[in-house]
């Protein structure tokens, strides 16, 4: 790592320090071990990530995932692209993981080429915009190939100009849904 990083990291985290040095030797051996570069900015939350939880607890949620139909390479390519993955409760994984795969049919591959979308609130954002799709496929609006991940990901107002303001003249109640859906 960087030396700045290092700085960087304790003047972020300072409760960090208290975490000890055994500790600390054993979560970068393990994110060594998982590949990641320690130049990477990706590195700083890994290692944030894995100190903040216990061996135990990060052991579970790595079962979690296996349990979801994740291999070991799987999980290690999910935690290497989105290291915030293993902060999310047990809950929320299995959640998010169970509607990705009922209602897009995504396979653990497909959700860890997005892994973002699993930190994002199945009620505020997933659901809302899935419903507006939907409604859009269903009236011949949209094509059939939409990129799930790409709808999830991209901001509020470029979601809204794209898909709900946009086909306001085609589908009027698209709008009143969407807010329904969210909750506004």
Known sequence: MRESDVSMYFMRYPHALHGGHDRFVEVVSELKKMGFDPLS??????????????????????????????????????????????????????????????????????????????????????????????????????????????IFSINEKDFLNKFVNKYEGEAPKLMEVYTKEVGV
């Not at 935690?79 to 809950?91: A, D, H």
């Not at 959700?111 to 199945?122: A, V």
Request: with cysteine; aromatic share 10%; net charge positive.
């Open 41 to 150: 900015r990706l590195y700083i939350q890994a290692l944030h990530t894995m100190w903040g939880l216990s061996s135990s607890n990060w052991q579970r949620k790595c079962d979690i995932y296996k349990s979801l139909g994740w291999s070991e390479d799987e999980l290690i390519k999910l935690i290497k692209k989105s290291p915030v993955c293993m902060r999310l409760s047990e809950t929320k994984i299995r959640k998010g993981v169970e509607f990705f795969m009922t209602h897009l049919g995504w396979d653990s591959s497909v959700i860890s080429k997005y892994p973002q979308c699993l930190n994002f609130s199945l009620e505020k954002r997933i659901i809302p915009r899935y419903t507006v799709m939907q409604m859009l496929l269903s009236n011949g609006l949209l094509k059939k190939d939409v990129n799930w991940g790409k």
